[in-house]
C-alpha cells in the first residue's frame, strides 16, 4: 500500500513537472523572434582609428550579427565587435547619440550609466529617475 501512494505521488509530481514545463517554455515572441525588422534602428560606431565611422542599423540585424559572432566564441562574456560597414575591420560597437548635445559614443563607455555622454555628460536614464523621485516627493 505504501508503494502504491509512493508511486502516485512520483507520477503526480512528474505530470506537474511535464505540465509546468510546456507552459513556461517559449512559445511567444521572444529573443530575436520578439524583435521585428523596422521597428527600431541602433547606432554602431567603429573603434577603428583610422575609420571611426558612425552608422545606424536595424535592432534586428545587429542582435542577429551579434548572435553569429556569438557561435565563434560561445564562452566570451563581452559582446563582439560587428565587422564595420566602412573598413570591415572587427571594430565595430553599439553607440548611443545624445538627445541633448547630438554626440555618438559607445554605449556602456561611463561608469554609472551606460547611456551618459562622453561629451556633455547627460544621461536619459538619469533624468527619469530623477523625475521619478521629484513626482514621489511632490
Known amino acids: 500500500m505504501k508503494n502504491t501512494i509512493y508511486t502516485i505521488v512520483i507520477a503526480l509530481c512528474l505530470i506537474l513537472a511535464v505540465v509546468v ?8 515572441s521572444s529573443g530575436l523572434d520578439g524583435i521585428e525588422r523596422g521597428e527600431k534602428m541602433v547606432w554602431i ?3 577603428n582609428p583610422k575609420c571611426k565611422t558612425e ?18 566564441n560561445p564562452l566570451s562574456l563581452q559582446t563582439p565587435a560587428l565587422n564595420c560597414q566602412k573598413c570591415g575591420e572587427p571594430s ?4 548611443e547619440k545624445c538627445e541633448k ?3 555618438i559614443f559607445f554605449y556602456g563607455a561611463s561608469k554609472d550609466h551606460p547611456d551618459r555622454c562622453t561629451e556633455c555628460g547627460y ?11 521629484k ?3 511632490g
Open 21 to 28: 514545463f510546456l507552459m513556461t517554455r517559449s512559445g511567444g
Open 45 to 47: 560606431k567603429c573603434n
Open 55 to 72: 552608422y545606424q542599423i536595424d535592432q534586428r540585424d545587429y542582435f542577429e550579427q551579434v548572435q553569429e559572432k556569438q557561435k565563434a
Open 92 to 95: 565595430s560597437f553599439l553607440a
Open 101 to 103: 548635445c547630438g554626440k
Open 123 to 133: 544621461s536619459k536614464t538619469e533624468a527619469i529617475r530623477k523625475e521619478r523621485l
Open 135 to 137: 513626482q514621489r516627493a
